[in-house]
């Protein structure tokens, strides 16, 4: 799954981002899913997990974001209110293709040096093959 900050403001610092990810893994544990690779960048995050499936992604993402909202507001990490854009994409893999998306989610630094959260997104649609309109994509700000 992947969700960006609201405004896409680079928000997420090196400084906490760890003890963020750590945060996000116990809500996601506490839900019985299994995490198998979390990264991102200050304006946005992949999460790969092994989905409980008695629980739906929808919940699953729900759950992530306003405990993480909650956490980083309380934490007062950001001047000003932090929030997650609304929406969300998740994509399905098979166990085979576990260890290149840990890889791509784990070197996602080096991968935007070379490429924009938009076309990354964008790519992911159409690998999918998902249709989607314009309105439904998150707000990007380049």
């Given at each position: 799954?992947?969700?960006?900050?609201?405004?896409?403001?680079?928000?997420?610092?090196?400084?906490?981002?760890?003890?963020?990810?750590?945060?996000?893994?116990?809500?996601?544990?506490n839900k019985n899913h299994k995490v198998l690779s979390i990264n991102g960048m200050p304006d946005h995050v992949h999460?790969?997990?092994?989905?409980?499936?008695?629980i739906s992604i929808s919940d699953v993402v729900s759950d992530i974001k306003k405990a993480s909202n909650n956490w980083i507001n309380d934490k007062s990490f950001t001047q000003g209110k932090f929030a997650?854009?609304?929406?969300?994409?998740?994509?399905?893999?098979?166990?085979?293709?576990?260890?290149?998306?840990?890889?791509?989610?784990?070197?996602?630094e080096a991968h935007h040096l070379k490429i924009t959260f938009r076309d990354e997104y964008l790519g992911?649609?159409?690998?999918?093959?998902?249709?989607?309109?314009?309105?439904?994509?998150?707000?990007?700000?380049?």
């Amino acid at each position: 799954m992947v969700f960006a900050v609201k405004h896409r403001r680079n928000f997420i610092q090196p400084s906490w981002k760890n003890d963020l990810y750590k945060y996000v893994i116990a809500v996601i544990q506490n839900k019985n899913h299994k995490v198998l690779s979390i990264n991102g960048m200050p304006d946005h995050v992949h999460i790969f997990i092994g989905l409980n499936p008695s629980i739906s992604i929808s919940d699953v993402v729900s759950d992530i974001k306003k405990a993480s909202n909650n956490w980083i507001n309380d934490k007062s990490f950001t001047q000003g209110k932090f929030a997650w854009q609304s929406g969300y994409g998740a994509f399905s893999y098979s166990r085979s293709h576990i260890s290149k998306v840990c890889s791509y989610i784990e070197n996602q630094e080096a991968h935007h040096l070379k490429i924009t959260f938009r076309d990354e997104y964008l790519g992911l649609l159409k690998a999918f093959e998902i249709e989607y309109k314009d309105e439904y994509l998150f707000e990007f700000y380049d």
